[in-house]
């Protein structure tokens, strides 16, 4: 989401980097746009929203998102508490109740987190695990070994957020690949939003659910494209 910023080029971290701090009249229209993206669907992850400061004008853009877009459930998690000037955080909104919710802290610096929730029937529930991942590569290493401990009881996964690498090294290098996940065909570029070349957001779903479509939606908000995906339960 990058807290409702829309960016369409690389000049634009510059030039509006100071939405980042201070409250503007276009997040309004943001979190409509996105509201309207994300109704169709069942299950929603949202990176970089803000839980409710100044520069959003003490508005949780998360709950905002959910009762504009008509979702019964949400939930966030705060990864980086600026108090009243900036609430960093990933967000969940759910059709269905999840019977369980937690929230970790990520292992590296302060300031990333992962959501885990689970949904059905406790004694073989769908776990999805939302997270952010850090830019470098060994402490993503470390974040995701700390995700596949998490998740190592779980049979079926869903895996979903800005994991900031591409799917061959987190299918193939990573702890990822002990969890038996669909293998990607295909890249699916996100980023940059405006002339993607890198697919480093993604949604990972076990193989034995099956998993009947994925794609990147053109719906540039912010700087990454949003990816989707149809599964079976």
């Known amino acids: 989401m990058q807290v409702g910023i829309r960016t369409g080029g690389y000049?634009?971290?510059l030039l509006r980097s100071w939405q980042h701090f201070l409250p503007f009249q276009a997040r309004e229209s943001a979190?409509?746009?996105?509201?309207?993206?994300?109704?169709?669907?069942?299950?929603?992850?949202?990176?970089?929203?803000?839980?409710?400061?100044?520069?959003?004008?003490r508005q949780n853009?998360?709950?905002s998102i959910a009762e504009l877009a008509g979702f019964e459930h949400w939930h966030h998690q705060v990864n980086r508490n600026l108090g009243r000037f900036a609430q960093?955080?990933?967000?969940?909104?759910?059709?269905?109740?999840?019977?369980?919710?937690?929230?970790?802290?990520?292992?590296?610096?302060?300031?990333?987190?992962?959501?885990?929730?689970?949904?059905?029937?406790?004694?073989?529930p769908l776990v999805v695990a939302v997270t952010h991942l850090a830019l470098g590569k060994q402490t993503q290493f470390s974040q995701i070994r700390y995700l596949v401990d998490v998740l190592a009881d779980a049979r079926k996964v869903v895996i979903m957020g800005d994991l900031n690498q591409e799917s061959e090294w987190l299918l193939q290098q990573s702890p990822l690949k002990g969890l038996n996940l669909h293998p990607i065909a295909d890249e699916l570029p996100t980023y940059p939003s405006w002339q993607p070349a890198r697919g480093i957001d993604h949604i990972l779903v076990s193989d034995n659910i099956p998993l009947h479509r994925i794609a990147v939606i053109d719906h540039?908000?912010?700087?990454?494209?949003?990816?989707?995906?149809e599964i079976g339960l």
Do not use: K, T
Request: aromatic letters at 6%; glycine letters at 10%; charged letters at 20%.
């Open 61 to 63: 853009q998360i709950q």
């Open 88 to 124: 960093h955080s990933n967000g969940v909104l759910c059709r269905n109740r999840a019977f369980s919710v937690e929230r970790h802290p990520l292992p590296g610096l302060p300031g990333r987190g992962m959501m885990i929730l689970r949904y059905g029937d406790p004694e073989d």
């Open 31 to 57: 979190l409509d746009n996105i509201a309207d993206l994300v109704r169709p669907f069942d299950l929603v992850a949202l990176q970089e929203a803000d839980g409710g400061s100044w520069r959003s004008g």
């Open 11 to 13: 000049h634009h971290y």
């Open 220 to 229: 540039p908000q912010s700087d990454h494209l949003p990816v989707a995906a």
